[in-house]
């Protein structure tokens, strides 16, 4: 397929992936996962659960509920035959290589996720010293098991907006010296030091992109008032680097693949005084993508970027199905029923996009 932007109108991708989403756990994914498996086949799910998902038994039980879930939707039959979740583990000071051994063999544990012990959303279990993992990393380069990062430094003193470039300096640098091969994921890039650093290194060591990272800067955040649905963690960055990110992004290079980071917290616990991390995109990331890439008159990149690029850093098949987008205007829902009577907000919630799911 080699479509020309200006007159496309229509738009046939390979299925895409996402390759970091949270679909929380239990009564939440009634919600999220219906709306995740509408467009994506395999999805990476993220193990900052309350507890956390620790070990390859967790993660398989994990992933049980997630497909209960998907049979109880009213997703088509073809959608629920399609749906993979592949499961990460979630990192602490106690991981061992043990566990890094049973979760490489397990056949159902894609990755390894790295949050400092503090850096964001239920991270309070991460990792406090990086130097006391090596042991962990070293099996994780044996087993060729990508480490997927929260790239943010938590030292209280270390400004909000360098927290991502201060991990690349002071903590990925030293790590990566010292395990050349082992595969890792910048997760949710937000700057172009980080998309910099990312060029720099061999095709061992990638990163995903968030839409509202494509899509967003801190002026879209704080001018004219704080808008609770564009945080989250990493923190939206100035408009230079959100033009560097759709630049990488809609380059062709693959690098850099999609990861929505669609982060679901009930729309109570975003509009509070103290308003939770996570913008909620799972039911409309393709179109916000599809938005950002058009943007650049890149629309003929998406499909290596959505569908090609994840399985190709993971070393898995690419999707045989395929999704359309159409140009047709689409208006994000105000929010979506969540669950105990609670609700959800989606990213651009109440706004129309130029490209819908057909
Ligand atoms: O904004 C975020 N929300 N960033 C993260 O790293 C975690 C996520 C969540 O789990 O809500
Ligand atoms: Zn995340």
């Known amino acids: 397929m080699n479509p020309t932007t200006d007159s496309m109108t229509e738009i046939t991708l390979l299925q895409p992936d996402d390759w970091h989403i949270h679909l929380r ?139 991502e470039k201060r991990f690349l300096d002071d903590v990925l640098a030293q790590v990566i010296i010292k395990f050349p091969t082992l595969k890792i994921v910048l997760e949710h890039i937000t700057t172009s030091d980080a998309a910099d650093f990312v060029l720099s290194q061999g095709n061992h060591i990638a990163a995903t992109i968030t839409p509202q990272h494509l899509m967003f800067n801190r002026n879209h955040l704080l001018l004219g008032g704080i808008k609770p649905h564009f945080y989250c963690l990493p923190i939206l960055k100035r408009e230079q680097h959100q033009k560097v990110l759709l630049d990488v992004a809609t380059s062709g290079n693959p690098k850099f693949f999609l990861g929505t980071d669609s982060a679901p917290h009930a729309t109570d616990k975003k509009e509070n005084a103290c308003g939770c991390a996570g913008c909620y995109s799972a039911a409309i990331a393709m179109p916000l993508y599809a938005t950002a890439f058009d943007s650049v008159g890149k629309i003929d990149k998406l499909e290596g970027f959505a569908s090609r690029f994840g399985p190709q850093f993971y070393g898995l098949p690419v999707n045989e199905n395929t999704i359309t987008m159409i140009k047709t205007p689409m208006q994000v829902p105000t929010d979506y029923p969540y669950f105990d009577g609670s609700s959800l907000t989606p990213l651009m919630a109440g706004e129309t996009l130029p490209w819908s799911l057909k």
């Open 25 to 163: 756990d239990n009564q939440a994914l009634a919600t999220t996962v219906a709306h995740a498996a509408a467009s994506f086949n395999r999805v990476i799910c993220m193990p900052n659960l309350v507890p956390p998902v620790k070990t390859f038994e967790q993660a398989h039980a994990y992933r049980t509920r997630i497909l209960q879930h998907l049979q109880d939707s009213e997703l088509s039959a073809e959608r629920k035959v399609s749906f993979d979740p592949r499961m990460t583990l979630y990192l602490t000071d106690n991981t061992t290589v043990q566990d890094i051994e049973d979760a490489a063999k397990s056949g159902i544990v894609e990755a390894v996720k790295l949050y400092p012990a503090g850096a964001t959303t239920n991270s309070a279990d991460g990792v406090t010293d990086i130097n006391g993992c090596l042991d962990v990393f070293e099996a994780l380069e044996k087993y060729d098991l990508p480490l997927l990062l929260h790239g943010e430094v938590t030292d209280d003193h270390v400004d909000i907006f360098d927290r």
